[in-house]
């Protein structure tokens, strides 16, 4: 018998003598953000850090018809969501320590945590087929990240009702609302026009220090707000009943019955 091997959750490749790195999160068809998966975005995130060489721009991708069905729910609940939350926020912090600028390019389902890295991009290509949303509060919790980020692209009064609301959007609406950058029939070739003319020709240390210095505001938010977020998430929302009941209802695929509690 043939022991069978594992596969990465994720491929890495990189492009334009490595002035283009990309994350393809390939895990379809949902690639979902599981603690695997972050561990190894997040190790290719450190080793890029280390050395960055000529990037420019880093790319997140997801292999299959959709780019992400978000963070997984099963490791939300109790027993797990103190593992999952801080890795998931460790992720952001090492987008930070690295200091490149990003992009995402999405093709059909974007939601939840998959779309919070997306907002965290400096650019977001969307295709007609993408779908992007927080549907966080129909389970019962929040987003901590997109409570920072939101405000960054939209006003802080319509950051708060897409959270509430926990809304999903088309591409032509989520490009309306400026939740992504664009809506095109072939996202890639958007990303690749926008390097061409907006990035290849410059200096990738220069590139790098003004993406750094352009989002001082989003790293000292990161550095100072996350923590507290992810305290109220941990220690007071997981006492409640609620967050348990809705997470619990999603994975048996019911309604949820909440006791306000």
Request: aromatic share 8%; charged share 20%.
């Amino acid at each position: 018998m043939t022991a069978s091997v594992a596969t990465l959750p994720i491929r890495s490749s990189a492009e334009r003598s490595g002035e283009i790195q990309r994350i393809v999160l390939d895990r379809p068809k949902g690639n979902v953000l599981d603690l695997e998966m972050l561990s190894a975005i997040r190790a290719r995130l450190q080793d890029l850090a280390r050395e960055p060489g000529p990037l420019k721009l880093l790319v997140f991708e997801g292999a299959g018809e959709h780019f992400s069905f978000g963070a997984s729910v099963q490791e939300h609940l109790p027993g797990k969501v103190d593992q999952l939350l801080p890795a998931f926020h460790g992720l952001f912090r090492d987008l930070e320590a690295l200091g490149a600028p990003t992009a995402a390019v999405v093709r059909g389902q974007c939601l939840g945590g998959a779309f919070e890295i997306a907002l965290w991009c400096g650019m977001v290509f969307g295709e007609a087929s993408a779908r992007f949303g927080i549907p966080e509060t129909k389970l019962g919790v929040f987003p901590p990240v997109a409570a920072i980020v939101l405000p960054w692209r939209l006003t802080g009064a319509r950051a708060t009702q897409l959270i509430l609301s926990g809304d999903t959007f088309d591409a032509q609406g989520a490009a309306a609302w400026g939740l992504i950058d664009g809506c095109s029939h072939d996202a890639e070739a958007a990303l690749q026009r926008w390097f061409d003319e907006r990035l290849a020709a410059k200096s990738a240390v220069a590139l790098r220090a003004a993406w750094r210095a352009s989002r001082r505001i989003l790293a000292a938010s990161l550095a100072n707000d996350l923590p507290v977020l992810e305290a109220q998430y941990l220690n007071d929302l997981m006492s409640h009943r609620d967050p348990v009941e809705g997470l619990t209802a999603f994975l048996e695929r019911r309604p949820p019955v909440w006791s306000h509690t």
